[in-house]
């Protein structure tokens, strides 16, 4: 900081000794002595030199303040030092006025984002009527075509639902609920969604009744496992799906299916990462178990995954929820 205060000063300063060298010399042409010139500059080098000290103390003062705002990110104006020339002064209107053109662009942006949120989920809850009554229309009838249209009734529905959870994850009123939340029914719920492409694809379902509750947000919790189970249906053609949870209450959801390639591990929770598997079948969005991650981030729940090609994928949910947004 010293530097710096003397660097910002050294035109001050240099014009101090250049103005004490012509008085000086100007003096000694005059034939005055040595020491009646030297006495008054040692005096005034010794005020200028006093007066530089306080003036530093006071900017060093000032820095640590602009300092402590840094890094706290405070109202800047309301926690400015005090402007101690006009420049300042017209500096700190200047990030006055920008602030509050900020707070103005923030709300407006905020007051968007809030009718976006309306719109689609009005839309969401319009959509859903006509899947409905598409699924009433065909409950009934057994056979190909039906199952076609069932599943891909099934595949729309999950894609408006996605939509809606894709926009609230950045929400500032996004609407979590922790409560003791049932395994067992979340698990059952969740798998009877799919229960025709189990059977149209003569999958297996493997799953132990627990008995026990966990601390989470059940509606966002379900949404996590109905797409992983929808991704391990998709990409197995034959075996099945295991659902287990651990007495470290680790939900762990297991396929037999295609597997992922180890290169792309690292990357399956990157938002539009499809890997080859994706890129191979056309219809995959990449966003889903990039959706799953955040919200498993905001819930306090670890998620992770294993896999080998052509042997099958298991995703692991932590429970045990160490932290998450309502703490």
């Not at 530089?52 to 840094?70: P, S, W």
């Not at 659902?243 to 180890?262: F, H, R, Y």
Request: proline residues 2%; positive net charge.
């Amino acid at each position: 900081m010293l530097i710096k205060y003397l660097k910002q000063k050294y035109k001050a300063i240099t014009a101090f000794f250049v103005f004490a060298v012509i008085f000086g010399f100007t003096f000694y042409l005059y034939g005055i002595s040595v020491n009646t010139i030297l006495y008054p500059l040692f005096l005034c080098i010794g005020i200028g030199a006093v007066i530089l000290i306080i003036d530093y103390f006071v900017e060093l003062k000032r820095y640590n303040e602009l300092q402590k705002i840094k890094k706290t990110g405070a109202v800047l104006i309301d926690t400015l030092p005090k402007s101690a020339s006009f420049c300042e002064e017209t500096y700190k209107e200047i990030i006055e006025l920008l602030e509050e053109n900020n707070r103005i662009f923030i709300k407006q942006s905020d007051e968007k984002y809030d009718n976006m949120i309306n719109y689609y989920t009005l839309w969401v809850h319009q959509i859903k009527s006509p899947i409905a009554s598409m699924r009433l229309n065909i409950q009934n009838e057994d056979n190909e075509n039906s199952k076609r249209l069932s599943y891909d009734l099934l595949r729309i529905e999950n894609y408006v639902n996605m939509v809606l959870t894709f926009l609230r994850l950045d929400s500032k009123t996004t609407d979590f609920v922790f409560k003791n939340c049932d395994i067992d029914s979340l698990v059952k719920s969740s798998v009877k969604k799919f229960s025709a492409q189990f059977i149209s694809k003569k999958l297996s379902f493997n799953y132990s009744d627990t008995k026990k509750q966990v601390l989470t947000d059940e509606k966002w919790l379900s949404f996590v496992v109905e797409q992983v189970i929808s991704n391990a249906v998709k990409y197995t053609n034959k075996g099945g799906v295991t659902v287990a949870l651990d007495e470290n209450d680790i939900l762990s959801i297991s396929d037999t299916g295609i597997g992922i390639l180890p290169s792309e591990l690292p990357r399956i929770f990157e938002n539009g990462f499809t890997g080859l598997n994706g890129r191979n079948d056309k219809k995959a969005s990449g966003i889903g178990l990039y959706l799953c991650k955040r919200i498993c981030d905001n819930l306090g729940h670890n998620i992770y995954i294993e896999s080998k090609l052509d042997k099958g994928t298991t995703v692991y949910i932590d429970l045990s929820r160490k932290s998450g947004i309502c703490d």
